[in-house]
């Protein structure tokens, strides 16, 4: 059984910025692909950033590219989702998740663990 736990989620004001922090169970972290989602009320799910096994590659949605920063240490089996220039509408509760399977990693259906999820609150 994998758990996934994330953390360092809160309330900044426009323009501030957070780290978020996606710790996981189990010996096989460093084999997944990961990926953090955000899902706001009455929302669906949305991808936000994605990061291959050994950290090589990463994908961002286009409204956080330049601005959000994925990243993972496979020492510490955890993932990683730096936050800047955070804007009202990007509030959310963020969840970090393992992909499974060899589908589309910007969708939630290939994702087979996730996290609780992380309230991030934005004020203007």
């Known amino acids: 059984q994998v758990q996934l736990v994330e953390s360092g989620g809160g309330l900044v004001q426009a323009g501030g910025s957070l780290r978020l922090s996606c710790a996981a169970s189990g010996r096989t972290f460093s084999r997944y692909t990961m990926g953090w989602f955000r899902q706001a009320p009455g929302k669906e799910r949305e991808f936000v950033a994605a990061?291959?096994?050994?950290?090589?590659?990463?994908d961002y949605v286009e409204s956080v590219k330049g601005l959000f920063t994925i990243s993972r240490d496979n020492g510490k089996n955890t993932v990683y989702l730096q936050m800047n220039s955070l804007k009202p509408e990007e509030t959310a509760v963020y969840y970090c998740?393992?992909?499974?399977?060899?589908?589309?990693?910007?969708?939630?259906?290939?994702?087979?663990?996730w996290g609780q999820g992380t309230q991030v609150t934005v004020s203007s």
């Open positions: 990061i291959s096994w050994n950290g090589g590659n990463t």
């Open positions: 998740g393992r992909h499974k399977f060899s589908t589309d990693y910007r969708l939630a259906g290939p994702y087979d663990y």
